[in-house]
Structure formats: C-alpha cells, structure tokens
C-alpha cells in the first residue's frame, strides 16, 4: 500500500484557532440603517410580500431617526453592572424593566414619525388610538410587548410599540460593554434575556463559519453552538429544512422539542438581516406550521402569522 501523500493535519494549530468573541453590541444608528436597506431592497425585488416589507422599511427608517435623536437613556449603576456579571444576568433584564421618560419620549417619537407612512386603514386606525393614548395605557401595551404575551386583536398597537422598544433597548445596549456580557441561558439574549428573532452563520474575517443569534429587541449578537437548537438546547435530532432553491435561509429543526429557528448563511447573501429576512421568508414559517412545527424565535413583525 503507498504512503499517502495527503497534507496531514498540524495538531499545534488547534492553540490559534481565534475564540469568536461570545457578544456583540448594536451600533445602534447602523442597525437600523442596515435593516432598512435590507427592508428596501427585499420590497423592491418583486417578493410577495412587498407592501408590507416596503412598510416595514419607512417604519425602520422612523426608527433609525429617533434613535439618532433620542434623548439619553438611564444605564444600570456600576453595582447593577457587577451583579448581573456575577450572578450571569442580563444587565437589561426586559423582565424587570419600567418604562422610563427616555422609553415614553421614544415612544411618542416611533408614533410620530409613523403617522406619516402609508399603511393599511387597520393599521392606521391603530395608529390614531396610540395617539391619544395616556402613558398607563403604552406602559401596559410595552409589558405585552416584553412578555410576548400580545392579545390577537391588538396586533397593530402592538407592532408600533415594539418598534419603539427595538429603539430604547438598541440604544441601551449599544452602551455596555459587550466583553463584559457572560452567558445567561441557552437561546437567551445575554443583554435582555430575549429571545433571537433568527441567528446567523458569519462571515466576519477570522470567525468564519461561526453562529450567532440575534436578539429581536435590543440587537446584541451572541455566539451559539451549530447545530443546537435554540429552544431546548439539544443536538441529537436537529435537521434543516429550506425553501426549494432557498439555499440563504433554513429552518433548524429540532424533533426533541419539535421547534424550529431560521438560520441565515451570510456566505450566500452578505446583506441578509436577522429580522427583516425572517420576515421575508415567511413561507417558510407557513410550511412548517403546516407540518406541526412551532416557532423558537420571535419577531414582533411576524405577530399574527
């Protein structure tokens, strides 16, 4: 038998592998900028959804204007800060949070600036009851929106709303110190504790290939295992599931919990956004559902679907 020749691999190399680092902060006037775009472009290209991903895209170009101009949110004191290092909790912690002046103000901007896009009457109607609402109204639609618990027909409000809260907690987070986030839970937001709207695989120089969730809410990016559903946290039954000539963007499936999350391949499309092109693939979503899947993520534009 002759010796292969093959290039035999260098077991010293394993030590430079470079460790992606676990978190990502938005920067926050980009976020929203991109994601526009990402809306625009997707609008534009003939897709079935296009009114409403063209509205989507006018309701995140309001959101990156208010958050340029947005007064200065209230951060967590340096003890706040330690103790949630100390104790793996999300500095952010949207269970907890109380709508500050900062939150009402982004609010009152996000509805403002709302006003003057084209949408459906539904929509519109929506619009003028969040106009003349008192603040113990949006505190409470602000909970629904942090608790996931939006009632089915008061959709409309509710995407308003977390619109608004994308901006408050975007602008947030974008001040933490992303090195200082510690892992929270499996398929936890380590900056909030939300869940990801879909996760990515990478193409960043020297972490390519590697897998990050992305918060629906405040935007921190997280280093996730491949191949682990985000749900459950398990590895043995995970299986993919895509749109024929998709390719861009698959369903992870997990049969231990019977759930599923999008992943989004950067190598395929650059410009993909973890929130506007779960939106814009939302047959995959009704495929699934068909076959008795459930969503492991969320995305408060998909509220209803």
């Given at each position: 038998?002759?010796?292969?020749?093959?290039?035999?691999?260098?077991?010293s190399?394993?030590?430079?592998?470079?460790?992606?680092?676990?978190?990502?902060?938005?920067?926050?006037?980009?976020?929203f900028a991109?994601?526009?775009a990402?809306?625009?472009?997707?609008?534009?290209?003939?897709?079935?959804?296009?009114?409403?991903?063209?509205?989507?895209a006018?309701?995140?170009?309001?959101?990156q204007?208010v958050?340029?101009?947005a007064?200065?949110?209230?951060?967590?004191?340096?003890?706040?800060l330690?103790?949630?290092?100390?104790?793996?909790?999300?500095?952010?912690?949207?269970?907890?949070?109380?709508?500050?002046?900062?939150?009402?103000?982004?609010v009152?901007?996000?509805?403002?600036?709302?006003?003057?896009?084209?949408?459906p009457?539904e929509?519109?109607?929506a619009?003028?009851?969040l106009q003349?609402?008192?603040r113990?109204?949006?505190?409470?639609?602000?909970?629904n929106?942090?608790?996931n618990?939006?009632?089915?027909?008061?959709v409309?409000?509710?995407v308003?709303i977390?619109a608004?809260?994308?901006?408050d907690?975007?602008?947030?987070?974008?001040?933490?110190?992303?090195?200082?986030?510690?892992?929270v839970?499996?398929g936890v937001c380590?900056?909030c504790?939300g869940?990801?709207?879909?996760?990515?695989?990478v193409?960043?120089?020297?972490?390519?290939g590697?897998r990050y969730?992305?918060?629906?809410?405040?935007?921190?990016m997280?280093h996730?295992?491949?191949?682990?559903?985000?749900?459950?946290?398990?590895?043995?039954?995970?299986?993919f599931?895509?749109?024929?000539?998709?390719?861009?963007?698959k369903a992870?499936?997990?049969?231990?919990c019977?759930?599923y999350?999008?992943v989004?391949?950067t190598a395929?499309?650059?410009?993909?956004?973890?929130?506007?092109?779960?939106?814009a693939?939302?047959?995959l979503?009704l495929?699934?559902?068909?076959?008795?899947?459930?969503?492991?993520?969320v995305?408060?534009?998909?509220?209803g679907?």
């Amino acid at each position: 038998m002759a010796a292969s020749t093959a290039p035999q691999p260098d077991p010293s190399a394993i030590g430079r592998i470079p460790k992606p680092p676990f978190a990502h902060v938005p920067g926050t006037e980009a976020l929203f900028a991109t994601r526009a775009a990402r809306f625009e472009a997707l609008a534009g290209g003939g897709h079935g959804l296009a009114p409403y991903l063209g509205f989507l895209a006018g309701l995140t170009r309001v959101q990156q204007q208010v958050a340029a101009a947005a007064p200065e949110p209230a951060m967590p004191s340096s003890g706040q800060l330690e103790r949630a290092r100390t104790h793996a909790m999300p500095p952010l912690d949207r269970a907890g949070f109380s709508p500050d002046a900062t939150s009402f103000a982004i609010v009152a901007a996000v509805i403002e600036g709302a006003a003057a896009l084209p949408m459906p009457a539904e929509a519109g109607a929506a619009l003028a009851r969040l106009q003349s609402a008192e603040r113990p109204t949006l505190a409470a639609l602000i909970g629904n929106v942090l608790a996931n618990a939006i009632p089915p027909d008061e959709v409309a409000e509710h995407v308003f709303i977390a619109a608004a809260l994308q901006v408050d907690f975007a602008r947030r987070a974008a001040k933490l110190n992303a090195a200082d986030l510690q892992p929270v839970a499996d398929g936890v937001c380590p900056c909030c504790g939300g869940a990801p709207a879909s996760s990515l695989i990478v193409e960043w120089p020297r972490y390519e290939g590697n897998r990050y969730c992305a918060c629906a809410l405040c935007g921190t990016m997280w280093h996730y295992v491949r191949a682990k559903c985000t749900l459950c946290a398990q590895t043995g039954k995970i299986s993919f599931r895509e749109i024929e000539g998709g390719g861009r963007v698959k369903a992870e499936i997990c049969g231990d919990c019977n759930g599923y999350a999008k992943v989004l391949y950067t190598a395929q499309e650059a410009t993909l956004d973890p929130v506007a092109d779960d939106v814009a693939s939302l047959a995959l979503d009704l495929l699934l559902r068909d076959e008795g899947f459930h969503r492991a993520a969320v995305n408060p534009f998909l509220t209803g679907y």
